[in-house]
């Protein structure tokens, strides 16, 4: 333990070296190579990409939002309740206020209306979550507990659990929209985040910061952060992503719905630890992240070719894989520790 | 004055009374005696899990599978006693059950105790594998009950009946079995130095070992208790049920976990009693159970488990902070 630690480890969280990137691509080939010899007329053709587009950047928005959380040492177990009530309520709004029959040119601001609305949302619930971690010391895993049934429950209370449909076309066909007939505004969006959210980890202070947050909270207050105010800014951006994947949600179903992706929390958090985020908080970057979502929707497209595999297997498979994922992350991480004393000791 | 007030267990009992007064004053028909049997019957399973998951918490760990747990253990233990026809003792239904979910806990157990892996993210793991095993390997759906749980369903201790309304409400034999649970749980955690050792563990790891506690026997204990348990409450429910649904219990581990924080365990671990857990269960079903008797609609039951959860959670952060404070002050004072 030599006092150039903290700068290492900061810099290895960064993604510098990462031997943890290396491995997820490796195992990203691996996957894709295994889905296209198994099936090779279906999964490596341009109407899979296309699909797969579409699919993932809404639970990949959200698993992005839990890796924040996760880093700073919590957890947002929120994401899809709020996802679910910003949209909601932006659905809500939409179908009690356009009015029948307007052209598309009077729809437009109540769309821009919505989509702000919806996000706004977002963030109120992000900031409920985080000011019940930051200001009042509630774990994150209870107080987020807490605001997933909250928010599922206001969504279902407000709808009396009913789907909302019927929403202006015009919404949909905006959000289902391809540039150049093949890439979905959606994974626009996504690379979008992806790309914003990873240059804020690895160039900013904050994200400097969330980083020493998370690997020890009580060295970074007497460093001089504000653990309040940037855990409770990382809750926020969590509640807006959520808001953002919400919106997806509602233009891919061209409905909104409270129960709406119930398994896409166990799948972000899959992703997360897969990605390379410690649960414990410290560790990951956002190319660990992006390439775990990618690893996930290719098995996930690849199984869905197989007809004889039902689909419950999936829970298994998602189940195991965290698992198997954690021991892998002890195990190596007991070896390397070894490795150090030895290596110390040598010296 | 201090003491009392510290303590969350006699607010839980004040609340249950006024909410008990409050409905009786709205319908009339809370303190008729098939209400109060009612209630106890719908009780006894969240009771059972809130056992177990009571005793997680105040290790400082949190486990969202012993709902997935108990569903498979049954699950199974069902199909396997109907595909041999068995018809003998219910005890041997139990059993296996409880094996089953012995078997289950292991897993977790070893995970977190000897792997020393996050309790929330592997217990959220084995959840999904488990469920996921019911529902695809043994493409789970709604199925008839052997003969023996059958009969065990029909045993009653007694039979309540409502003189105005006309309602009669059974008293089944499974609330002997939550009553053995508590008298076991209650002499576990009160004699025994596993009992303290599962306090002292979720007080504070490092010095537990340090005092000569086996931290990892203590948690592979728990989880493994937390799956047995798990499987007999799954045989008690569908034996009360009479048919065995795979998904009667999944989501009931939020319900389960909010009445476990109401009642006052604190989830930074090492503080929480049998007493205030059971008044915590008690207040979560009376609530459930009352919610369309004071006119509120069942949609927003939901509202409730997240405010009781965040609420509950939140007095109980207060409080440590309090007397966190209070203890700098009188050092400074004494200083």
Same mark, same amino acid.
């Given at each position: 333990m030599t006092a150039d630690k903290p700068a290492d480890s900061v810099r290895r969280a960064r993604g510098a070296h990462d031997p943890n990137l290396l491995r997820l691509l490796v195992m990203l080939v691996f996957v894709f190579l295994l889905m296209t010899v198994l099936r090779p007329h279906q999964f490596a053709t341009m109407t899979n990409f296309n699909s797969m587009m579409r699919q993932f950047p809404e639970y990949g928005i959200m698993a992005i939002g839990i890796s924040l959380t996760m880093i700073t040492g919590g957890i947002d177990l929120g994401v899809v309740g709020t996802a679910n009530l910003s949209a909601i309520i932006a659905a809500k709004f939409l179908i009690g206020s356009v009015p029948q029959g307007s052209t598309p040119a009077q729809v437009v601001p109540y769309l821009i209306i919505a989509v702000l609305l919806s996000l706004s949302v977002g963030l109120a619930c992000g900031t409920i979550a985080g000011t019940l971690i930051s200001?009042?010391? &509630? *774990?994150a895993i209870l107080a987020t507990l807490g605001t997933q049934q909250l928010f599922t429950g206001i969504a279902i209370g407000i709808t009396s659990g009913r789907p909302q449909s019927r929403l202006p076309l015009l919404y949909s066909r905006i959000g289902n929209t391809e540039f150049f007939r093949f890439v979905p505004l959606s994974f626009v969006i996504f690379s979008a985040v992806a790309v914003g959210v990873g240059l804020m980890l690895s160039r900013t202070r904050f994200g400097t910061s969330m980083y020493m947050i998370g690997t020890n909270p009580r060295a970074a207050r007497y460093a001089g952060l504000n653990n309040t105010t940037i855990i409770l800014r990382t809750y926020m951006i969590s509640g807006l992503l959520s808001s953002v994947a919400g919106l997806i949600m509602m233009a891919r179903a061209n409905s909104a719905k #409270?129960? @709406? +992706? #119930?398994p896409y929390t166990l799948q972000c958090v899959l992703i997360a630890v897969l990605g390379g985020i410690d649960p414990n908080g410290g560790f990951g970057t956002i190319a660990g992240v992006t390439m775990a979502i990618l690893i996930l929707q290719f098995l996930s497209s690849g199984l869905n070719m197989f007809n004889n595999i039902s689909n419950f297997y999936r829970d298994v498979i998602w189940g195991g894989v965290l698992i198997l994922v954690l021991v892998f992350n002890r195990l190596l991480s007991w070896r390397n520790e070894r490795r150090a004393v030895r290596k110390s000791m040598v010296k | 004055m201090g003491r009392m007030t510290k303590r969350s267990e006699p607010y839980i009992l004040a609340a249950i009374v006024v909410l008990s007064l409050l409905i009786q004053a709205r319908s009339g028909q809370f303190f008729s005696g098939n209400n109060l049997v009612d209630l106890a019957r719908s009780l006894i399973v969240p009771a059972l899990f809130s056992i177990g998951c009571m005793m997680v918490i105040v290790s400082g760990g949190i486990d969202v599978s012993f709902t997935a747990i108990a569903s498979l253990a049954m699950y199974v233990t069902d199909r396997l006693l109907l595909a041999s026809q068995y018809s003998g003792n219910v005890i041997l239904a139990y059993a296996i059950s409880a094996g089953l979910g012995l078997l289950m806990g292991a897993l977790n157990g070893f995970l977190i105790g000897f792997l020393r892996l996050p309790t929330f993210v592997v217990t959220l793991g084995t959840s999904s594998l488990f469920t996921g095993l019911m529902f695809g390997a043994f493409s789970a759906s709604a199925s008839d009950v052997p003969p023996s749980i059958a009969r065990h369903g029909k045993e009653i201790l007694f039979t309540a009946t409502n003189p105005k309304l006309g309602l009669t409400s059974n008293m089944p034999s499974q609330i002997l079995i939550l009553i053995a649970v508590l008298l076991f749980a209650f002499f576990l955690l009160r004699y025994t130095m596993l009992g303290r050792g599962i306090y002292a563990v979720g007080g504070d790891e490092t010095a537990a070992e340090r005092a000569g506690f086996n931290v990892r026997g203590i948690k592979m204990f728990l989880y493994c208790f937390v799956g047995v348990l798990a499987g007999i409450t799954g045989i008690a429910r569908i034996s009360m049920m009479s048919y065995a649904d795979?998904?009667? $219990?999944? +989501? $009931?581990e939020m319900t389960v976990i909010a009445a476990v924080v109401l009642g006052g365990t604190r989830v930074t671990g090492g503080v929480g009693t049998l007493v205030g857990t059971i008044s915590g269960v008690a207040l979560m079903t009376i609530l459930s159970n009352s919610l369309i008797l004071i +006119? &509120? *609609?069942? @949609?927003w039951s939901r509202v409730f488990t997240g405010a009781v959860i965040i609420v509950g959670t939140g007095v109980t952060a207060h409080q440590i902070r309090s007397t966190r404070r209070r203890h700098t002050q009188s050092q400074k004072a004494t200083v």
């Amino acid at each position: 333990m030599t006092a150039d630690k903290p700068a290492d480890s900061v810099r290895r969280a960064r993604g510098a070296h990462d031997p943890n990137l290396l491995r997820l691509l490796v195992m990203l080939v691996f996957v894709f190579l295994l889905m296209t010899v198994l099936r090779p007329h279906q999964f490596a053709t341009m109407t899979n990409f296309n699909s797969m587009m579409r699919q993932f950047p809404e639970y990949g928005i959200m698993a992005i939002g839990i890796s924040l959380t996760m880093i700073t040492g919590g957890i947002d177990l929120g994401v899809v309740g709020t996802a679910n009530l910003s949209a909601i309520i932006a659905a809500k709004f939409l179908i009690g206020s356009v009015p029948q029959g307007s052209t598309p040119a009077q729809v437009v601001p109540y769309l821009i209306i919505a989509v702000l609305l919806s996000l706004s949302v977002g963030l109120a619930c992000g900031t409920i979550a985080g000011t019940l971690i930051s200001h009042f010391n &509630i *774990p994150a895993i209870l107080a987020t507990l807490g605001t997933q049934q909250l928010f599922t429950g206001i969504a279902i209370g407000i709808t009396s659990g009913r789907p909302q449909s019927r929403l202006p076309l015009l919404y949909s066909r905006i959000g289902n929209t391809e540039f150049f007939r093949f890439v979905p505004l959606s994974f626009v969006i996504f690379s979008a985040v992806a790309v914003g959210v990873g240059l804020m980890l690895s160039r900013t202070r904050f994200g400097t910061s969330m980083y020493m947050i998370g690997t020890n909270p009580r060295a970074a207050r007497y460093a001089g952060l504000n653990n309040t105010t940037i855990i409770l800014r990382t809750y926020m951006i969590s509640g807006l992503l959520s808001s953002v994947a919400g919106l997806i949600m509602m233009a891919r179903a061209n409905s909104a719905k #409270a129960d @709406y +992706g #119930a398994p896409y929390t166990l799948q972000c958090v899959l992703i997360a630890v897969l990605g390379g985020i410690d649960p414990n908080g410290g560790f990951g970057t956002i190319a660990g992240v992006t390439m775990a979502i990618l690893i996930l929707q290719f098995l996930s497209s690849g199984l869905n070719m197989f007809n004889n595999i039902s689909n419950f297997y999936r829970d298994v498979i998602w189940g195991g894989v965290l698992i198997l994922v954690l021991v892998f992350n002890r195990l190596l991480s007991w070896r390397n520790e070894r490795r150090a004393v030895r290596k110390s000791m040598v010296k | 004055m201090g003491r009392m007030t510290k303590r969350s267990e006699p607010y839980i009992l004040a609340a249950i009374v006024v909410l008990s007064l409050l409905i009786q004053a709205r319908s009339g028909q809370f303190f008729s005696g098939n209400n109060l049997v009612d209630l106890a019957r719908s009780l006894i399973v969240p009771a059972l899990f809130s056992i177990g998951c009571m005793m997680v918490i105040v290790s400082g760990g949190i486990d969202v599978s012993f709902t997935a747990i108990a569903s498979l253990a049954m699950y199974v233990t069902d199909r396997l006693l109907l595909a041999s026809q068995y018809s003998g003792n219910v005890i041997l239904a139990y059993a296996i059950s409880a094996g089953l979910g012995l078997l289950m806990g292991a897993l977790n157990g070893f995970l977190i105790g000897f792997l020393r892996l996050p309790t929330f993210v592997v217990t959220l793991g084995t959840s999904s594998l488990f469920t996921g095993l019911m529902f695809g390997a043994f493409s789970a759906s709604a199925s008839d009950v052997p003969p023996s749980i059958a009969r065990h369903g029909k045993e009653i201790l007694f039979t309540a009946t409502n003189p105005k309304l006309g309602l009669t409400s059974n008293m089944p034999s499974q609330i002997l079995i939550l009553i053995a649970v508590l008298l076991f749980a209650f002499f576990l955690l009160r004699y025994t130095m596993l009992g303290r050792g599962i306090y002292a563990v979720g007080g504070d790891e490092t010095a537990a070992e340090r005092a000569g506690f086996n931290v990892r026997g203590i948690k592979m204990f728990l989880y493994c208790f937390v799956g047995v348990l798990a499987g007999i409450t799954g045989i008690a429910r569908i034996s009360m049920m009479s048919y065995a649904d795979p998904s009667t $219990m999944l +989501g $009931m581990e939020m319900t389960v976990i909010a009445a476990v924080v109401l009642g006052g365990t604190r989830v930074t671990g090492g503080v929480g009693t049998l007493v205030g857990t059971i008044s915590g269960v008690a207040l979560m079903t009376i609530l459930s159970n009352s919610l369309i008797l004071i +006119g &509120i *609609p069942t @949609y927003w039951s939901r509202v409730f488990t997240g405010a009781v959860i965040i609420v509950g959670t939140g007095v109980t952060a207060h409080q440590i902070r309090s007397t966190r404070r209070r203890h700098t002050q009188s050092q400074k004072a004494t200083v």
